[in-house]
């Protein structure tokens, strides 16, 4: 069976993040596709060392639940990435993970060449933030997901998304959801 892993960064547990990767794993499901819902703020994630063990053995030194989603992520079939934007950005556990992704990143090594076929699902939420401010925020997600091999992706942004139920009321946003799980499912 393929599978899906859907990663939220928001630290609001049942806020939007958690609302759409609900909605995203429910189609996925609905579509034959396993899941597994990586919520960072409950996973042990350290922060990348630099230590360089990654540019001389295969992953990271580090074995904690980062260390195992970056081994899923390679051979998944596709994977939704969900999380807040603050001040223009991902939350820190966000990028505390996606520093990790560097034990991917080697050019002396064989790295993942992107398949069209592995899809990246971004879907960002924001405050106040215009939706061109926040663009440089997904393009950098694809950018580290991308080091796992994928080769296509859609970037999703909800402005006006900042109170908890938000989502929720917000149909138009659902639809998008929708259409966005029936990409992923193709």
Wanted: with cysteine; net charge negative; hydrophobic share 35%.
């Amino acid at each position: 069976m393929k599978k899906y892993i859907i990663i939220t960064g928001s630290p609001r547990k049942e806020g939007n993040s958690d609302k759409i990767a609900a909605q995203c794993e429910a189609q996925l499901k609905e579509a034959g596709f396993e899941t597994e819902v990586f919520r960072i703020e409950d996973k042990k994630v350290g922060s990348c060392q630099a230590c360089e063990y990654c540019k001389t053995h295969d992953g990271c030194v580090q074995k904690d639940d980062a260390s195992a989603v970056i081994e899923e992520l390679k051979n998944c079939a596709g994977a939704v990435f969900v999380a807040p934007i603050y001040f223009g950005s991902v939350p820190g556990t966000c990028k505390v993970l996606t520093d990790r992704f560097y034990s991917m990143f080697n050019p002396a090594k064989s790295m993942a060449a992107p398949d069209p076929a592995k899809k990246l699902g971004i879907v960002l939420t924001c405050g106040g933030s215009p939706e061109e401010a926040v663009r440089p925020a997904g393009e950098f997600i694809n950018t580290c997901f991308a080091l796992a091999g994928f080769g296509d992706h859609k970037t999703l942004v909800f402005p006006g998304e900042n109170p908890k139920d938000a989502f929720a009321g917000n149909e138009d946003y659902q639809k998008q959801i929708e259409e966005l799980g029936k990409w992923l499912a193709e």
